[in-house]
């Protein structure tokens, strides 16, 4: 039995979940996203719904500059609450998110395992209520429509009848999200511009070892290689 979903309409019946925006589209990682990772997951919530008598109530917490010129994408899908957020208040998204779920009584959608803090959860309330991500690829075996930097992400529900039904849904493979046309543009800019950031910027004069940085903290930064080294001009 088909159902319907909704954009942030109030409704008895429906789970609410609410996304943590910035943290599902992810920096410059190799299997990160950008906006075609959250737009991925709004599209599986929908076949949820779709599939099953499940319906949704979705709003998605973002800064004003995250989208650009994709928020009306967003708002095919989800109530789209954009936030200013200021340097002194940084996690000000993480605690709007939390504090949906919380006073919904549903669920959020992040990688993030400590943001329940900021509202004064625990670890158990956080377990019960947060659907964490993984990112996939999905290969020409599994979708002949597949090209360059077609991706899929695979949902963590928590323990219960949704995870069952999601789960369910997954091995019958009825839950693959087609990537439209200008999903893939911009995933191919977003991968171009991921590449032209790892391009060395540092070379040791000695062995000409190629680093991303100088002096910033970690174990493959130039400073740090010539110190253990003892490679210097």
Not at 27 to 54: A, C, M, W, Y
Request: negative net charge; glycine residues 4%; contains cysteine.
């Amino acid at each position: 039995m088909a159902a319907s979903y909704n954009r942030g309409e109030e409704d008895e019946d429906s789970v609410y979940i609410s996304l943590d925006a910035q943290n599902i589209m992810g920096r410059d990682g190799p299997n990160n996203q950008g906006i075609v990772g959250l737009i991925n997951i709004l599209k599986q919530l929908r076949i949820i719904s779709e599939k099953t008598d499940l319906t949704f109530q979705l709003e998605t917490i973002a800064p004003p500059w995250a989208f650009k010129k994709f928020s009306d994408r967003i708002k095919e899908f989800s109530r789209l609450i954009l936030v200013t957020i200021w340097p002194e208040d940084k996690e000000l998204d993480d605690y709007l998110v939390a504090s949906l779920a919380s006073a919904h009584d549903g669920l959020y959608v992040s990688n993030d395992k400590s943001m329940h803090q900021h509202i004064g959860k625990d670890d158990d309330w956080a377990k019960m209520h947060r659907i964490g991500f993984k990112r996939l690829r999905i290969t020409e075996d599994l979708a002949q429509e597949a090209t360059f930097a077609t991706k899929s992400i695979e949902l963590l529900f928590p323990d219960g009848p949704l995870s069952d039904t999601y789960n369910e849904l997954k091995d019958k493979q009825e839950l693959f999200v087609k990537t439209e046309e200008w999903e893939l543009q911009y995933l191919e800019k977003f991968d171009e511009k991921r590449k032209r950031k790892l391009v060395p910027k540092y070379f040791c004069p000695v062995c000409d070892e190629q680093f991303q940085s100088w002096s910033k903290i970690g174990t493959t930064k130039l400073q740090q290689h010539m110190l253990e080294t003892e490679h210097s001009c």
